[in-house]
Every structure is written in structure tokens, then in C-alpha cells.
């Protein structure tokens, strides 16, 4: 195997050992269409609002070389009074867009994805940050650099769909979203 850059993401130290082994890891779906972007129109760096939900665009960062999966941050605060469910998202820069979870357990930082999405309660902000919820990004079109702009879509199990345009910053220590 490869020399692996210690400071790479957790997630593809996971999905590179998890290949290299000969076992899947998170499910990855390869051939999963890519949908357009719809709902509100989304500006790099600002927050969209849809129905009671203010989703910031947040950021994606940029891939290491060799670096084949891109982890996306941002967070989603729920104004309303009933809870709501990311359960989905694309881009038309991925092949395919997974919600992942990174946990310690033991000594081990795992990631699983989270197949039936992740709950956004009525009156509560959820970040997805490094080290614990993000946005998994497979199958990039092209690698991830600073300065790119992807468009991500979200799907809200109530709320419906909304583009959000996510910019890339450099790897590395990031600050949360
Ligand atoms: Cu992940």
C-alpha cells in the first residue's frame, strides 16, 4: 500500500485501507444519477432558507493528491416547530453524495454512512464538521481544489430540495462551518 499523508481525511484513510483490504467500507454507489440543481437560488457563502430551515453553504475541502472521496461542511439550523430529515444530496461535481458520521470508537476513528439520513429537530442547529457528520463526495468529476465553487443539492424529507453553492478551501485544519 501506498504512503498515506497522515493529516489526509479520516474517511479516506478508511475507504483507501477498506479497498485495499478487498472490503467495501461505505456503500458506494457509482451509477446513482446525477439530479440538477432546483429550489431557491444558492450564492457561494451565504445561508438559503427554505421553508423554516437556513442552510449555510458551508465549504468542501480540497483533495490531496491520490485523494479519491471529498468531505463537505456545513450547517442547518431548523426555525420551525416540526422536525425535519436530511435524507439526500448530490452534486453535479460527484458522482455520487453520501451523509457520513465519524466516530471514535475505541481508539479507532470509524465513519458509516447514514442511510436513513440525519435528523434536523425543530428548533436545533445540526453542523456537519470534521470529526463527526459531513457530506461524503464520490467519484469527484475532477479533484477538489481551493477556489472551485460545487453545486450540492440537498434533499429535506419535509422541506424538499435546495441547491447550495459550496466553496473549496485548502486542506488542512479547517474551522467549522
Ligand atoms: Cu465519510
Given at each position: 500500500m501506498k504512503t498515506i499523508n497522515r493529516f489526509a481525511c479520516a474517511c479516506f484513510l478508511l475507504v483507501a485501507i477498506g479497498a485495499a483490504m478487498g472490503t467495501q467500507v461505505v456503500g458506494m454507489t457509482m451509477n446513482e444519477p446525477v439530479s440538477a440543481g432546483?429550489?431557491?437560488?444558492?450564492?457561494?457563502?451565504?445561508t438559503v432558507q427554505l421553508g423554516t430551515l437556513e442552510i449555510g453553504s458551508g465549504y468542501a475541502k480540497a483533495m490531496l493528491p491520490g485523494q479519491r472521496v471529498g468531505g463537505g461542511y456545513l450547517s442547518i439550523r431548523n426555525t420551525g416547530d416540526t422536525d425535519d430529515q436530511l435524507v439526500g444530496a448530490s452534486s453535479t461535481n460527484a458522482g455520487a453524495v453520501e451523509i457520513h458520521e465519524m466516530s471514535?470508537?475505541?481508539?479507532?476513528?470509524?465513519?458509516?454512512?447514514?442511510?436513513?439520513?440525519?435528523?434536523?429537530?425543530?428548533?436545533?442547529t445540526i453542523t456537519l464538521a470534521p470529526g463527526g457528520f459531513h457530506l461524503m463526495f464520490l467519484s469527484p468529476m475532477s479533484p477538489f481544489k481551493a477556489g472551485d465553487q460545487l453545486s450540492v443539492t440537498l434533499t429535506f424529507a419535509k422541506a424538499g430540495k435546495v441547491e447550495v453553492i459550496?466553496?473549496?478551501?485548502?486542506a488542512g485544519p479547517a474551522p467549522r462551518p
Open positions: 432546483t429550489g431557491a437560488d444558492a450564492e457561494a457563502g451565504t471514535m470508537q475505541g481508539q479507532i476513528m470509524k465513519m458509516r454512512k447514514l442511510d436513513s439520513g440525519l435528523a434536523i429537530p425543530a428548533g436545533q459550496m466553496p473549496v478551501r485548502a
